[in-house]
């Protein structure tokens, strides 16, 4: 059976607030461990006001140490914004608190706007040519050396290496992946244009390293899933909110359904929306099943990453509850199971 696993943004929602956000991510880390759910990720985005997840190490490590047996790690750490040694400092130390749960995604673009990048830099170089370099590098700290020493720049963390990624929405990154000998996760819940050319160019470029023998392979994707097909394209007016937002430059918190159900969308916002939404798994468990699997077997994906953005926590649980029962997982803990809370919806 295909891995499932999660995308977590803390996403700030119209009357909330980024501790909240982030408190409803370390309660879903819960959740989904005990649904049987493979990983959580974080993502580096900032200048977001609906995004708390801007300080990936510093989040993971909490996450971390609020479960016991999911693995916790960035997707991803934007790599251009930050010294190789630093992130490898970061990683590195996280791994060896909590060995074998660790994952380092990198990703080449800012996760920002062009200002707020050059505020994080500092210097005004923006780096991103740089990224197949910086990522040799940074993996260079954390390899342990043949004859046992590490790296001459030392660290608490060095020598502990965490499952390394490379994520990309493009064939740069997926060649470069492929190059490298790393897995390959693509973004297909925002860019899904380029998917199968980006993963058959993965594949095709693979070369076995000492990270990886065979091509390793995660698809990202949006799902939203509700007992009925129409709650659930009902709950996915949030998301048409947010997209709008994002074509017009002005992202706010996330809105509600009921903000949604009230906004005067134009016919040519609706076709906007719609032509996004297109590529979003949406539905009733049985639709989205059906649409995880089409997916699965399109791809031959090893994973499938889920990132699910709803206004209300407790939709969300729901709906990654709906998910790992209709895909078959095992949850941690039968007893403990948070599938009990959807029948209080």
């Known amino acids: ?8 943004l803390a996403t700030v929602v119209t009357g909330s607030t980024p501790a909240r956000a982030l408190q409803e991510t370390t309660d ?3 959740v989904v461990e005990q649904l049987g759910y493979h990983r959580l990720w974080v993502a580096e985005h900032h200048a977001m006001a609906a995004i708390a997840s801007s300080a990936p190490a510093v ?8 479960t016991s047996t999911l ?3 960035s997707g991803g750490v934007m790599l251009p914004n930050h010294s190789p040694l630093v992130i490898a400092e970061q990683f590195g130390t996280l791994e060896a608190l909590h060995p074998g749960r660790i994952d380092l995604g990198l990703g080449r673009a800012p996760g920002t706007d062009p200002r707020t990048a050059r505020a994080l830099r500092r210097s005004g170089d923006l780096r991103a040519e740089t990224f197949p370099d910086d990522v040799v590098e940074l993996i260079s700290y954390l390899l342990p050396r043949e004859d046992g020493q590490t790296h001459p720049f030392s660290t608490p963390g060095s020598g502990y ?4 990624w490379l994520l990309g929405s493009s064939t740069f990154s997926a060649q470069l992946a492929g190059m490298l000998g790393l897995p390959f996760s693509f973004a297909y819940h925002f860019a899904p244009n ?7 160019l993965y594949r095709s470029s693979f070369t076995p390293s000492v990270l990886l023998e065979n091509p390793k392979v995660m698809v990202a994707v949006s799902v939203i899933c509700a007992p009925s097909d129409d709650e659930a394209k009902w709950l996915s007016g949030s998301t048409a909110i947010s997209i709008l937002q994002r074509r017009s430059g002005h992202v706010g918190l996330l809105a509600s359904p009921e903000e949604a ?6 016919p040519a916002e609706r076709q906007i929306v719609e032509e996004a939404l297109a590529s979003h798994v949406i539905g009733g468990p049985a639709a989205v099943h059906e649409g995880l699997t089409k997916l699965q077997v399109r791809t031959a994906a090893d994973e499938l ?3 699910t953005r709803l206004h209300s926590y407790q939709a969300r649980v729901r709906s990654f509850t709906l998910v790992a029962q209709s895909w078959g997982l095992t949850p941690l803990n039968q007893v403990n199971s948070p599938v009990a809370q959807v029948d209080a919806f």
Do not use: C, K, Q, W
């Open 59 to 66: 989040l993971i490590a909490h996450l971390a140490n609020a």
């Open 194 to 200: 380029l998917l199968d050319e980006a993963l058959a």
């Open 261 to 266: 159900e009230r906004y005067p969308f134009t």
């Open 305 to 307: 990453m889920i990132s």
């Open 1 to 8: 059976m295909t891995a499932l696993s999660v995308l977590d």
């Open 28 to 30: 879903m880390a819960r």
């Open 71 to 73: 693995r916790i790690g």
């Open 161 to 164: 290496l965490p499952e390394v």
